[in-house]
């Protein structure tokens, strides 16, 4: 059976290319997809245009900020410094004078004050003194013949004017009476060296002062060879035996002050310098200073002690306490050179007072130097100066 189909007016009829439509939605995907490349590259150079900015900016916020000064220079108190051993100004040994023989007593001690002349040991003297009577005795029997041959001369005298005696025989009288007269004084003279090596017997202290050292005890044998039995310092007298260059010689004189701080002790002790050696010593380059001091029970000879000696004026930078630092290195500055950057300078110190630290040598004086804050601080650092005038 056929059947027929038919198609009115008032039906509408829309016939769709497939293809077509797809070509469109793929257009559309290609440019959305460009326009998202587009953005991102645009998000992208601006994120690497102001990266950079942000980490300066950083970099800018944690740098740190310090105070600098120029020191320039000024006329400063030069100070030099030197160490050396202490010392009696006038160090005196003290031996046996005479023969010597065996101590029989020790009347000082070291640490002991004595006055001139007084005995501070004893040797026995037995032997001495029996020498001494015997020369005594000596004595009596030369006078006893020289009182005999004056009798004779008298005698003989009053015989020649009656004819008894020859003129020869006077002679001879005379000459006998004199040599016994000589006898006697050969036996004088012998009692009284006897009697000066028994005086010598006796240790003496040639002048006042300290004695420093006892090497002699009760027993001992001694003898003119014998090492010094005591050591005195005259009047108690001390002094430093400062050593210095042969640059910081050329500046020091006698007269001038110096403050002498014993190793160990927190005193210092005033003095002045009595000597500058006239010769430097060709093995070490050093000359020597002595520095007279008061006598002080903490001031032991053979001790260590550092001296600081005031030596005119000098031309040198001056800082504040707070800049000068110092650790088992030595004595250093912070600088900030031209890249305003951190430095370590090595200084040597010159006077400190109530003005501040000179500084001897490592400083020209145009340096920019960290005011405080320097523990805080690296070498290589980049800061922030900020520039105060110096006082």
Sequence with gaps: MNRETSIHASDTVIVTDRRQRRRWVIIGAVALITLLAIGLMLMAGHGAKTAPASADSKAAGQMPAVTVVVPGRSQVGRLVTASG????????????????????RVL????SWVRAGQVLAVVDRSVQTQQAAQIAAQIDAARAQAALAQADYERAVSLQGRGFVSKAEIDSKRAARDAANAQVRVAQAQLGATRAQIGQLNVVAPTAGLILSRNVELGQIVSPGSPALFRLAEGGEMEMQAQLSQQDLAAVHVGMA?????????RSFSGGV????????????????????????????????????????VTAPQLP???VLSDDKGNYVYIVNAHNVIERRPIT????DENGVSIASGLEGNERVVLSAGPFLNPGQTVKPTSVAAH
């Design 85 to 104: 051993p202490l010392a009696a100004r006038r160090d005196q040994p003290i031996g046996i004078a005479g023969q010597g023989g065996r101590v029989i």
């Design 108 to 111: 000082a001690d070291a640490g």
């Design 258 to 266: 110096a403050t002498v701080t014993p190793v160990g002790s927190s």
């Design 274 to 313: 009595w000597q500058v050696a006239p010769v430097i010593d060709p093995q070490s380059r050093l000359g020597l200073v002595r520095i007279a001091i008061a006598f002080d029970p903490s001031i032991r000879p053979g001790g260590y002690a550092q001296a600081r000696i005031a030596a005119g004026q």
């Design 321 to 323: 306490q707070s800049a």
């Design 349 to 352: 110190i010159g006077i400190v």
